[in-house]
């Protein structure tokens, strides 16, 4: 099966390497990291060479690594149905810069790329209708960045003197507590090995 990768990944070196910066055949599978501006050359490309026919967009999603200049990485994965064959395709962006959005290829890409750009805040250009899809619109925030905070930004409730939906602040109801195994909070028993449980034995003695 690596070998078969191995394969492809020359093929496509040979007819698009231009475009390719790097190939990796992992966990069963080939993934071609590409040039941002290429990314539209190379998914047509993937689509209808016969050395390739990655007829089928499977998804596209979004990964953060905050520590890179360029922090996203938005991957396509594809399938051939002919080959019996998947493959994954990542490009590399940073939050102000759009990546061509891919719709005319694979109009299945409309929803993906909404979503994320609606978790990540990626930017797809020449997308016919990018806007949120999964939050609010009046959502701050994306939620899958790495920086993005647990407890969210806003909390949303229904008011029923306003007979509306409200937005406020998130409050937490009590600060930061640590629980242990004696703690009421916790249920009762000891568990064996407990070194509080081990102080109190001493000090009764």
Known sequence: MTEIKNELARDLKEA??????????????????VQR?????VLKFLRDDPRALF?????ICGVDYPGRSERFDVVYHLLS???NERIRVKVRTDEVTPVDSCVELFPAANWFERETYDMYGVLFDNHPDLRRILTD???????????????GYVEVRYDDE????????????????RFDNLSPWEGGGVLPGDEKASMDDGADG
């Open 16 to 33: 698009i390497g231009d475009a390719i910066l790097e190939t990796v055949v992992a966990f069963g599978e080939l993934t071609l990291l």
């Open 37 to 41: 501006s290429s990314v539209l050359d």
């Open 55 to 59: 007829s089928v967009l499977v998804d």
């Open 81 to 83: 149905p002919k080959r």
């Open 137 to 151: 619109y009046g959502f701050a925030g994306h939620p899958l960045r790495k920086d993005f905070p647990l407890t």
């Open 162 to 177: 306003l007979k509306r939906v409200v937005y406020e602040p998130v409050k937490l109801a009590q600060a930061f507590r």
